[in-house]
Structure formats: C-alpha cells, structure tokens
C-alpha cells in the first residue's frame, strides 16, 4: 500500500493560476484528504474561517438525507369548514403548506382536479393558505438589490411555483426583437409581445440591459433592450405578495377546469373542526437533493433545513435557530467536528454570515464518503463538464463531482475527485476577497493536480 503524504504548500500549477489573476495566496484555502488509501494529502489554510457560499448546501443535503432519509416526502393538505351539497362547498377551502419547495402550478392543477372528481364542482367563500409549518421567512437584507430574483426567496411552508414568473425571450434578427412568452399561461397575466434587440452584440449583463420594471408583477415592462448577440433566455422574477400569487394561479386553473370560485385568498389557520379532503404528497427527498446540489437552488435548501425543525418538533413552527441546533449536534456527534468549525444560517449559502473551515468540509466529506447516505448524496453534486453548475468547467471530464459557490467576492468548490489511478479524494477549496471571482482556474487547476497525480 503506498503511503500518503501531505504537503502544507500550494501546488505551482495553482499558485501560477492565483498569481496570474492578481490574486494573493493567503486569498485561498485548501484541503485534500484520500478517501480510499490514495497517496495525496493537502493543507493550506485549512484551520481559516471562510465564507462557504452554496458550498453550505453540502452539509444541509448530507444532514437532510440522514435525519429525514430519502424517502421523505413533504405533505400538502386540503381541509373545508360548513358543508358540501349539490357539489358546492358552502363554506371555507384550507390548505396546508407542509414545507414542500417543489409544490408547481402543475400540482395545484391536480389538486383541484381532485376537488372537482370529488363531487365539488363550485366553492362558495375563500380560500385560506395555512404557511404554520415554518416561522415567517423574510429575504436577507444583504441581498435587497436583487429582491425580485427568485434565487433569493423566503423558505415558506405554503410555496406555490416558486412564487415567480418566467418570461421566454426568443430572437428575431431581422425583425430586430425578440418574442416574449410565458408558459403556463395564466390570466391575469399581461406581458409584452415583443422586446426590442439593441445594436450591441455582447450577451453580457443581459438582464440587466433589459431594464425589468415589474412595480406592477402582472404587467411586466420593459424599458431597455435585448443585446442582440443573446440566444433565447429565460427571464424569471420574484412576486413579492405570496397570497395575491395564489389568487390569480386559482382563479385560472378554476376557470379553465371548470371548477366554479369567486372568492379570494387570505391567511390564517386551519380550525380544529376543519374536515379532511386529501392530503397531497411532494417528490421523495432523495429527489430533491438532487436537484439542491446540482442547480444551487437556495429555497430548497432553506426548506431542508427548516424541515429537520418541523420533524423534530411536530407541533410548532419550524425555525431555522432550532434547526441549526440539530444540525450543529449531529456534526459534533456524528461527523466529529469541532464546535464552530461549520456555522450555518439559513442552510443555503446565501449568506455571508455562514463560516466553515476546508479542514472541516473534507472531513464532512470523508464522512459521508461511508455514510449509508453516500450514493444519493455525492451523485446529487454537479459532475465536471457534464451537468449542473459544473457543466461548462472542462476540468477531469466527468471525474469531479463538484459543489459549487459562489458570492461577491467568494468563489468555492468541495467534493470528490477521482484520480487516473482510480483512487478517490475529498476536496474543498474556497477563494475569497478581491477578484475572486473573476476566474475558476485556481480551483480548476486544484482538481487537475489531484486527477493527475492522486
């Protein structure tokens, strides 16, 4: 068996990628560890506090598929008050959010599809959204600029679609603009045509060239242009009230499914004497993780981490202080760090108050390497070069499963990298402050010392 060795030095592949970006050493931290007797082993810096970004999502999933299991499935409830004759519901409709992150226009098509094969064929009085699952969520105001990007919306237990829009533009050279389309349709909605394509062809800053005014999320407007260098791309913003984007999706599939409701939404509570309709259920966990780790979806992650509240403690909102106990436990108990080694916040990485070390993060690695978790675990991660956040970073194609992270001035990376030799490595790296993000190549070229020399 060959013996490892460590190296408490930066490789000269990575300190030249560091240096030819204008970045300083003590700018990265590092650490390899062999995960099935492989002979490389790096420290560098690896005892430092970073900013893990959604490097911070590998420990919320690996600490989700352990505490619920992968066949954890969130619950959506329907309850009514008064009384159903002649198919009216004579009376109040409740739902139940129980934290489900993937609950989509096209589920709540099936849900009311279910009232209406029910013998409920009209709903006289309102609709209440019951969101008790979960405290009140409310966006990081270190993220307030972007407070209409869906990539920063609250966790909430009563979640439809994202609570966002998504607007296609598709080019049109020579007519100079591009179309705008919307799927599903839903009424209510008014959205322009067309967008005009701008004399530049650079796709850069494209969103931003665009000049979004949603004041009014229904009649969205543009008052910029689309860089006519830009293939087709999806545009896709937040609805700040969740209750008025109830209203509107229930009145469209109502009416279009023949189902009868001139009510409106509100929130409250489900009553003790509410009656049981049917309970809905959302994909398995096992699923969800997956598609956690592989596009960095933030609100799923906070909704994994509020979950492991709401199992703990059944009957009272779930909250993210008490969820970080439970998992700050079972990473003292079970994974063997050190107190304070991993702070999380909101379980998403979108936060800049999130602290952990590469020492620990290799070591949260190792450990899920042997974890009864690992096959759900490390195949949710993005792969080099093939999907997800790693689907253009032409580095050991399809050797790295790599999660990825990034926020201002931070740029991180953790997972495993399997070497030529066939051995497996635990690998986190994070570089911060200026220029950080201006290139992967320190990190890429990380991966490519292990692939080549592990």
């Known amino acids: 068996m060959e013996m490892a060795w460590a190296q408490n030095f930066l490789p000269p592949t990575v300190s030249d990628a560091l240096r030819s970006e204008n970045l300083e050493k003590n700018q990265m931290a ?77 589920n709540l098509w099936r849900d009311l599809s279910r009232l209406k094969s029910m013998g409920i064929n009209h709903i006289a009085g309102d609709v209440v959204i019951d969101r008790s699952y979960f405290e009140k969520d409310k966006q990081d105001p270190e993220f307030e600029e972007d407070w209409d990007r869906p990539y920063t919306a609250p966790a909430d237990a009563a979640l439809l679609n994202y609570r966002s829009i998504a607007l296609t533009l598709t080019p049109q050279k020579e007519q100079r603009r591009a179309l705008v389309t919307v799927s599903p349709q839903v009424d209510g909605l008014e959205v322009p045509v067309s967008v005009p394509l701008a004399r530049r062809k650079a796709c850069v800053q494209w969103r931003q060239a665009l000049e979004l005014d949603i004041e009014n999320p229904w009649s969205p407007q543009f008052e910029g242009a689309l860089p006519a260098g830009c293939d087709e791309k999806i545009l896709a913003y937040l609805v700040p009230d969740a209750n008025s984007y109830w209203q509107v999706y229930m009145k469209s599939i109502s009416r279009q499914i023949g189902l009868a409701w001139d009510g409106k939404v509100i929130e409250g509570g489900v009553p003790e004497t509410a009656q049981l309709l049917f309970d809905a259920w959302s994909d398995d966990l096992g699923t969800l993780v997956k598609l956690t780790n592989k596009f960095s979806n933030n609100v799923f992650a906070k909704h994994l981490l509020l979950t492991m509240a709401a199992k703990d403690s059944p009957h009272m ?33 979108l936060s800049r108050r999130s602290r952990v070390t590469a020492r620990a993060m290799t070591k949260l690695i190792a450990y899920g390497w042997k974890s009864a978790r ?53 690998l986190y790296a994070v570089v911060q402050g200026k220029n950080a993000t201006k290139t992967d190549a320190p990190i890429d070229r990380l991966i490519e010392w292990i692939y080549f020399n592990g």
């Open 374 to 426: 690992m096959p759900e675990w490390i195949s949710s991660f993005p792969i080099s070069a093939t999907d997800g956040t790693m689907s253009k970073r032409q580095v050991a194609p399809g050797h790295a499963y790599i999660k990825t992270g990034l926020l201002n001035n931070v740029k991180s990376a953790g997972g495993m990298v399997q070497a030529r030799s066939g051995k497996r490595y635990a």
């Open 30 to 106: 590092a650490s390899v560890v062999a995960l099935d007797g492989g002979r490389l082993s790096l420290n560098w810096r690896d005892r430092v506090k970073v900013i893990p970004a959604s490097t911070e999502k590998m420990v919320t999933t690996l600490a989700a598929l352990e505490f619920l299991g992968p066949d954890w499935r969130w619950k959506t409830s329907f309850y009514y008050t008064g009384e159903i004759s002649d198919g009216v519901l004579i009376g109040t409709l409740f739902i139940k959010g129980g934290g489900d992150p993937k609950y989509v226009v096209e």
């Open 317 to 349: 909102p779930a909250s993210y202080s008490h969820a970080r106990k439970i998992v700050e436990q079972w990473l003292t108990l079970a994974v063997k760090t050190t107190p304070g080694e991993i702070t999380l916040d909101n379980g998403s990485g």
